[in-house]
Structures are given as structure tokens and as C-alpha cells.
């Protein structure tokens, strides 16, 4: 990816800490963060960590890092983008007209026994480092914490003190990771899995908490994963109590990711492709050449669901739960990722008179399984072309037809007539003959008697 001149070494930039350091935090660089990210990104987090202190009023330039890391300013700049993705920092660009200034707010890094509550960076981890590296360095870090044999007698808040209102509202997890820790994912639409979990009468509420959605979020985006095989994990992982195994969940999402992409492995490395297509998009802003209304149709059924295009067809009205019922047997049965399931609901809506038909939906939707389909442009484009090879069929259909006359010669006709009629004519004409033949020889012998009478009077 080419990243020249993304940054300048005259761009200035200024620093600050969001939070308290935990006070491990350099262990969890080293023995965590760096096996994800590589040697210069963590270098970089702790030389701008350093520079806090160090900055005064007037703003420091990026020539200044370049001479400090000793790399040049390519190589900060996709530093600082590994930083960014992994959650370790935010960058705001203020431009005016001397200079770009770059403000980088620092984001706290886990301390190691929170890393391992992670479940996303605790799976990368593990893929980065393999099993024997990772089993010891979760025992060190997070089994550190030892729990003390006997009964726990300690005694609440609420026993030792009174307050003026003791309604004080629930008390808040200490133990609980913050929201904004961690990668900043993109967010997910669970009202899928709501309606999945109710059409099972499963209580989703006890499924789908706060900390569940974000695990099921954070092993979505790792492996993958469609929305049709993350309920197949949720529902390989439920309990008897109907709540959801973290630990099974995250064992089934592996373990789907390995059956579907066996030639796939789970590693961090740069998003070269997506950062590729939005440039293309921005220079496309840039020059002022907008996107062709069918691209804009495409970029939107890549990145919609499946509920919300419904919602979007039908002015933003709810869509039924029998409809959202239908289109989640068909990408389960069939394994329809989102995209290639958005364009065969708009393809039948079009081709129907906007009438959800479920057998078109499943007839289509085994055709496009088995072309192994992915994405949206290459199920709209697989569509054209069997509209098109459609229409040529029934066009060359209707003209031979049309030219089809059936060959009849001059004077001659094409009835069938039965034996038996012909027989019968034949008699009918012999008949009449010899009936001729009579009538005649009666008129001679009637003519030569009146001959004699006439003569002999």
C-alpha cells in the first residue's frame, strides 16, 4: 500500500493520555501487544507516551519522531494506523492555513490479566503465538490471583454504612471492561438474533447482554463470520439455562472458521484491499465523478442487512416476522452470506411485484449457493446475465415459432379419411351406377313397347 505522502514531516502534532496507566502496562506491551502489532507501532506508543512530558507550548513536528525512531515517516504513519486499529489510539487532523496538526489522544492498553478477558484480542493472541506461548502467559498473567480456601464473610457497603438517600441506584462492576477498551469494532444489528432466539422461545434477554454482544461482535468481525453461522455458534453454545457458554461460543466460532476456510489463517495484517477502495471512492468525491447509480446500489447492499433492506423497500415499515423467518431458513439451509441474501431480496421483490415469495426465494437461492456467490457485485452481475441469456431463449423461442409454417401442396388435402369411409363411398358409387344402368334399360324396354303399340295401330 502506498502511503507516501499521507504524512509530512512539517505536519506538527501534540499528545495526550486518556485515563491512568495500569501499572503493568509496559508488560503488556511487550509480552501482549507486540505480537499483534510488531516492533515499530509499539515503539511508537511509547515514544509519543514519553513525549507528553516533553512537549511544551510550541507544537513539535513529525521530523521530530523521524529522528527519534530513526524510520522514516511511511513507516510511523502505518504504525500509527496498527495503533489506531488495535485501540490504542484516536488521531484528530486540524488543518488551517500554515500547518496540519495531528492531536493524538493515547488510549490506556489493557493491563495483562484484562487483556486476557478480551476475547478478541485474547484469540489473536493465540493465533499469533500459538497454544504453548499463549497457555503460558495466561497462567502467569491471568492466574495470578489466587482465591483463599474458606467462606467469604466479608461484609457489604450496605452492612457497615447508611447514607441520607440509600437509594443510590445499582452498584457498577469494577471488574468490568470499559466500553471503549479494545479495538473499535464496527457496530452490530442483534435485532437478527432477537428475532432468531424468539421464533425458538428462547429468552434473548438473557442471551444477549451487554457483554455477550460485544463478545459475539469481537468473533464476528475476527473470523468472519455471516450472520446465519454466528447463530449456529450462539446456538451450539447455549446452556441448559439458556445462557450463553463464552468459552463454547468461542470454540464453535473457530472451529466453523476452520471447516468453512480451511485455507485461511487468523492473523492481523493490513487491510491493503478496503483502504484501496475507499481512496478510490475519496479521489472519486475528490474529482467530482460520482458513483454510477448501480455502484451506489451496491456499496448499499454490502453493507446494509438483510432486515434493514426490507425495512428500507417498505418506506421504513417493520418488516414481518414471517418474512425475516423465510429469509433466515433460506441463508442458513443454503449459506447465503449477507450481501448475495440482499441482492436475491431485491432481485424477487423487482421480479414479483414487490411479493416476498418464499419457493422463488429458495428456487434462486439453491442456483446462486451452488455458483458459490460472495458478494454483492457478483451476485447482481450473475443476475444480469441469466436475465439476459433468459430472454435471449424465450426471444429465439417466440421467432421459430413465428416462422414455423407446416408445408401443404397445391390441390392436395391433408385430411385423414378412414378406411371404412372410403369402402363406403366406393359401394355408394357402384350402386348408383348399376341404379343408372337399370333405369336405362327400363327406358329402352318402355320406349320399344311403345314403338310396337304405335306401329301396330
Known amino acids: 500500500m502506498n502511503y507516501i505522502g499521507k ?25 501482549l501487544y507486540q505480537p499483534l502489532l510488531g516492533m515499530k507501532a509499539v515503539m511508537l506508543y511509547q515514544t509519543l507516551l514519553n513525549e507528553i512530558d516533553l512537549q511544551g507550548t510550541s507544537v513539535q513536528t513529525h521530523h521530530t519522531l523521524m529522528n527519534y525512531l530513526n524510520i522514516s515517516l511511511v513507516e510511523i504513519y502505518e504504525a500509527r494506523l496498527k495503533l489506531e486499529g488495535i485501540g490504542l489510539l484516536k488521531t484528530f487532523e486540524e488543518r488551517n492555513n500554515d500547518q496540519t496538526v495531528y492531536r493524538y489522544l493515547l488510549q490506556c ?40 480456601s474458606g467462606q467469604n464473610i466479608t461484609a457489604s457497603f450496605g452492612d457497615v454504612f ?14 468490568r471492561i470499559p466500553e471503549n477498551g479494545g479495538p473499535q469494532l464496527e457496530s452490530v444489528d442483534f435485532s437478527w438474533v432477537e428475532q432468531m432466539l424468539k421464533s425458538r422461545m428462547i429468552p434473548y434477554k438473557r442471551v444477549l447482554t451487554t457483554d455477550n454482544k460485544r463478545i459475539i461482535n469481537q468473533m464476528m468481525q475476527l473470523y468472519g463470520l455471516a450472520e446465519y453461522e454466528i447463530e449456529k455458534c450462539i446456538l451450539w453454545a447455549l446452556t441448559d439455562e439458556n445462557k450463553l457458554d463464552i468459552e463454547e461460543f468461542k470454540e464453535a466460532c473457530h472451529d466453523l472458521f476452520k471447516t468453512s476456510r480451511s485455507d485461511s489463517t487468523v492473523q492481523l495484517v493490513p487491510k ?20 454510477s447509480k448501480e455502484e451506489m446500489l451496491i456499496h448499499e447492499l454490502e453493507t446494509i442487512s438483510p432486515k434493514q433492506l426490507l425495512e428500507d423497500l417498505s418506506s421504513g415499515n417493520h418488516a414481518s416476522e414471517q418474512d425475516l423467518k423465510v429469509i433466515r431458513e433460506i441463508m442458513t439451509t443454503q449459506g447465503l452470506p449477507s450481501p448475495v441474501m440482499n441482492v436475491l431480496i431485491h432481485y424477487v421483490l423487482l421480479q414479483t411485484n414487490m411479493k416476498l415469495s418464499k419457493a422463488y426465494l429458495e428456487k434462486i437461492a439453491s442456483h446462486w449457493s451452488r455458483a458459490n456467490l460472495k458478494t454483492a ?28 409454417r407446416p408445408y401443404k401442396k397445391q390441390g392436395t388435402s391433408t385430411e385423414v379419411v378412414p378406411e371404412w369411409f372410403k369402402e363406403r363411398k366406393l359401394k355408394s358409387k357402384e ?15 318402355i320406349a320399344a313397347i311403345l314403338s310396337k303399340y304405335s306401329s301396330k295401330k
Open 7 to 31: 504524512l509530512l514531516p512539517i505536519d506538527g502534532y501534540s499528545i495526550d493520555l486518556q485515563g491512568n496507566l495500569p501499572v503493568d502496562y509496559s508488560k503488556s506491551l511487550t509480552h
Open 109 to 148: 492498553p489493557f493491563a495483562p490479566s484484562d487483556f486476557f478477558k478480551d476475547a478478541m484480542l485474547s484469540q489473536l493472541l493465540f493465533h499469533h503465538i500459538g497454544n504453548e506461548k499463549f497457555t503460558l502467559l495466561k497462567n502467569h498473567y491471568y492466574g495470578l490471583v489466587k482465591h483463599p
Open 162 to 175: 447508611d447514607t441520607i438517600h440509600p437509594d443510590f441506584g445499582t452498584m457498577q462492576n469494577i471488574n
Open 272 to 291: 491493503v484491499e478496503r483502504l484501496a477502495e475507499r481512496e478510490t471512492v475519496q479521489n472519486e468525491l475528490e474529482t467530482q465523478q460520482p458513483l
Open 377 to 404: 457485485r457478483e451476485a447482481m452481475m450473475f443476475a444480469k446475465r441469466e436475465k439476459e441469456q433468459y430472454q435471449l431463449a424465450t426471444a429465439k423461442k417466440q421467432q421459430q415459432q413465428q416462422n414455423y
Open 431 to 445: 350402386t348408383n351406377r348399376e341404379n343408372t344402368k337399370d333405369l336405362e334399360h327400363e327406358k329402352e324396354e
